[in-house]
């Protein structure tokens, strides 16, 4: 019997068909997101440079005094909070959203299932803020909703990376005057808002982002604590 020759396979060409590297270079050229670009070594150590910083402030900022601090402040909610209190918190710009964070946290949960807590963010309403700043002055956007919502045994926290916000320093004035216990979340050496409030966390470092990554810590160390007790 004769055996049937196998016959050879067509030879594929190749020229001119991309391979899938290119091919991925390709469309991703064709959606406008332009050729793929290579990691700079600058970039990198930019990037380790952030995080180290920020670890290196998170250990100076975990110094006996600073964590006793934390602590007072947990205690202070917890108390407002058994006696029907409420936190209303207070901050510009990342602080503002770092305020909207701690309402959230305790409105909300942080890790367990409990009761919600009554917050309110000072910075959330924004009608609230225009109608205040254009009739009054900006420096008055927190002090008036003082006036308006806060009642003896309430708790108000104000956040300040620079430690000399206006607006967070009348707040807190309006705060005390009013019968409210009154904390101050600040970084650089405290300012005039640390030096105002009866219980002061502050953040010994003059870059705003990192006094920030550090307050968002804290922040969760308060709620960790809060939950705790309840």
Do not use: W
Not at 33 to 52: A, D, F, Q, T, Y
Not at 68 to 92: D, E, I, P, T
Not at 154 to 169: E, Y
């Amino acid at each position: 019997m004769s055996r049937e020759r196998k016959r050879p396979r067509p030879s594929i060409k190749t020229r001119g068909v991309p391979s899938e590297v290119e091919g991925r270079k390709r469309s991703g050229e064709e959606r406008g997101e332009g050729p793929p670009r290579l990691i700079k070594r600058n970039e990198l150590s930019l990037v380790v440079e952030i995080l180290r910083e920020t670890a290196k402030l998170h250990e100076q900022t975990a110094s006996q005094a600073a964590a006793a601090a934390v602590v007072a402040v947990a205690k202070a909610m917890q108390l407002s909070f058994s006696r029907g209190g409420q936190v209303l918190v207070f901050g510009n710009g990342g602080s503002a959203a770092d305020a909207q964070h701690l309402a959230a946290e305790l409105v909300g949960r942080f890790a367990r299932e409990r009761r919600a807590l009554p917050a309110v963010a000072l910075s959330a309403d924004t009608s609230v803020l225009t109608s205040v700043a254009n009739d009054y002055s900006y420096d008055k956007v927190f002090a008036r909703q003082i006036e308006a919502l806060g009642r003896r045994g309430d708790l108000a926290i104000g956040i300040s990376t620079s430690g000399q916000s206006p607006n967070v320093l009348a707040a807190i004035q309006t705060a005390k005057a009013r019968g409210l216990r009154t904390v101050a979340f600040t970084g650089n050496d405290g300012g005039a808002v640390g030096k105002a409030a009866e219980l002061h966390v502050n953040v010994p470092h003059a870059v705003t982002a990192r006094v920030q990554e550090v307050h968002r810590t804290l922040i969760h160390a308060v709620c960790e604590l809060v939950e705790r007790e309840l």
